[in-house]
């Protein structure tokens, strides 16, 4: 199985700073048909997760655009440029490029 | 709107057995393969298994493999988690997801999440 590594496990933030998390996978996650199965997710407390970004680097629909993400073959990262309050939770990288799917341990933001 | 409800989710003891359904709406069900991911409580989220957009194919987890099957009804739009033999480590919410592509194997990203419905797994 492909092990997704996230870091760090906690980031406090003040309100309007950027924040940034890691995702390192145990192997490459281009797929054989080129594309790279990498998205974030975000989990608001007591809520179900919801699609941040895809392949990457793409913002799902109705995302704001202070959530990029970026990196290739092992290695990625999601940036948060400005942090708001509801911003608050934590996120998870998930790969797809092979089976099983597998999930980052999840990094939790905090507000400072 | 696409939408995924999840129920039949409660508490049962080790051992027994649970049958968990997901009703879609919003969108044509078969021609998507589904999802089923867990999470434990105050854990991260654990992929459970998947079924092909026309039933043929399943895979599982290995924490699940011969314990769970997952099956689908296109006619009534809703997908079943069947979960025999039970153990206290099944503990988690369970959510169906629904990938990004259509007539896909590949599960690529998934949205919409429902959501969920709990199984608790305790004598």
């Known amino acids: 199985d492909i092990v997704m590594t996230q870091t760090p496990l906690y980031s406090r933030v003040t309100l309007g700073q950027p924040a940034s998390i890691s995702c390192r996978s145990s192997?490459?996650?281009?797929?054989?048909?080129?594309?790279?199965?990498l998205s974030w997710l975000q989990q608001r407390p007591g809520q179900p997760p919801r699609l941040l970004i895809y392949?990457?680097?793409n913002r799902f629909s109705g995302v704001p655009d202070r959530f990029s993400g970026s990196g290739a073959g092992t290695d990625f990262t999601l940036k948060i440029s400005r942090v708001e309050a509801e911003d608050v939770g934590v996120y998870y990288c998930?790969?797809?490029?092979?089976?099983?799917?597998?999930f980052g341990g999840g990094t939790k933001v905090e507000i400072k | 709107q696409v939408q995924l409800v999840e129920s039949g989710g409660g508490v049962v003891q080790p051992g027994r057995s649970l049958r968990l359904s997901c009703a879609a709406s919003?969108?044509?069900?078969?021609?998507?393969?589904m999802h089923w991911v867990r999470q434990a409580p105050g854990k991260g989220l654990e992929w459970v298994a998947i079924?092909?957009?026309?039933?043929?194919?399943?895979y599982y987890a290995d924490s699940v493999k011969g314990r769970f099957t997952v099956s689908r009804d296109d006619s009534k739009n809703t997908l079943d988690l069947q979960m025999n033999s039970l153990r206290p480590e099944d503990t988690a919410v369970y959510y169906c997801?629904?990938?990004?592509?259509?007539?896909?194997?590949?599960?690529?990203?998934?949205?919409?999440w429902g959501q969920g419905t709990l199984v608790s797994v305790s004598s």
């Open positions: 997801v629904r990938p990004g592509y259509s007539n896909s194997w590949y599960p690529n990203w998934f949205d919409p």
């Open positions: 919003g969108f044509t069900l078969r021609t998507y393969s």
């Open positions: 079924i092909s957009y026309d039933g043929s194919n399943k």
């Open positions: 192997r490459s996650l281009v797929h054989s048909d080129g594309n790279t199965y």
């Open positions: 392949e990457i680097s």
């Open positions: 998930m790969q797809a490029t092979q089976f099983p799917v597998t």
